[in-house]
């Protein structure tokens, strides 16, 4: 299967402006997401999405290609991944002639992410009968919803957080897709595969909160697995 890594990464960001070319643990943010891609052994090509001209500058010093400059009717605060995605499949095809068989949307703001989490959400989707696959996170804890301003328990019982029952929340660290279900509206189609990361992949970087927690891992990584992060 031909499988293309999309990074999106605009420069329009508000939280922390210009996040993703923001050095964490030494490098660009979107160094460490791009390196995860190049040595996955399922990404055949890494592709990032953008409309900054320094963002773009800096993928390519990082080793990802940008073979186009994202229109800025796809940049606004509003606009979603979706026709963001078809547009950078649409527009490679287009370049290359080369049917696309899978595409990974990975998000330069979840710098924990591992190649290998990658090659699982790839082989996820080449072997189940899925639309898509996404990336999930366990959480074990006591939570309560809102309803016609009542507070209303999410728990049968409360209990310590080893005994209850585990929920799992949406990372958008990795989605994978079939080309063939991609249009401007949808990229995950109906039928929709998951697999579970780490609680470390899913810290998504929308604060300097979360920047500063991301350094801190990295470094802890960095000191454990030694070169192989460099």
């Not at 050095?23 to 052994?41: D, F, M, Q």
């Not at 249009?183 to 595969?193: F, Y």
Request: glycine share 6%; proline share 6%.
């Amino acid at each position: 299967m031909y499988t293309v890594a999309v990074i999106p990464a605009r420069g329009g960001s508000k939280g922390v402006p210009l996040k993703n070319i923001r050095e964490v643990a030494g490098k660009p943010l979107i160094a460490w997401v791009t390196a995860a891609c190049l040595r996955s052994e399922s990404v055949d090509r890494t592709v990032v999405s953008t409309d900054h001209e320094g963002i773009a500058r800096v993928a390519r010093e990082c080793g990802a290609e940008v073979p186009f400059m994202r229109p800025p009717e796809l940049s606004g605060d509003l606009v979603t991944l979706d026709p963001v995605i078809y547009h950078a499949v649409t527009t490679l095809e287009a370049g290359n002639h080369r049917q696309i068989d899978v595409v990974l949307t990975v998000q330069p703001t979840c710098p924990l992410l591992r190649p290998d989490t990658i090659d699982r959400s790839v082989k996820t989707l080449a072997e189940g009968d899925h639309d898509s696959v996404i990336m999930l996170k366990e959480i074990r804890h006591l939570y309560w919803r809102r309803e016609n301003g009542q507070f209303l328990p999410l728990f049968d019982r409360r209990a310590n957080r080893q005994e209850l029952d585990p929920l799992y929340s949406e990372t958008g660290a990795v989605f994978a897709s079939r080309r063939s279900i991609i249009t401007p509206d949808n990229r995950l189609g109906s039928n929709i595969g998951h697999i579970v990361g780490s609680e470390e992949e899913a810290i998504d970087i929308d604060t300097l909160i979360d920047l500063k927690l991301a350094e801190l891992v990295l470094q802890r990584r960095r000191e454990t697995e030694g070169a192989c992060l460099d």
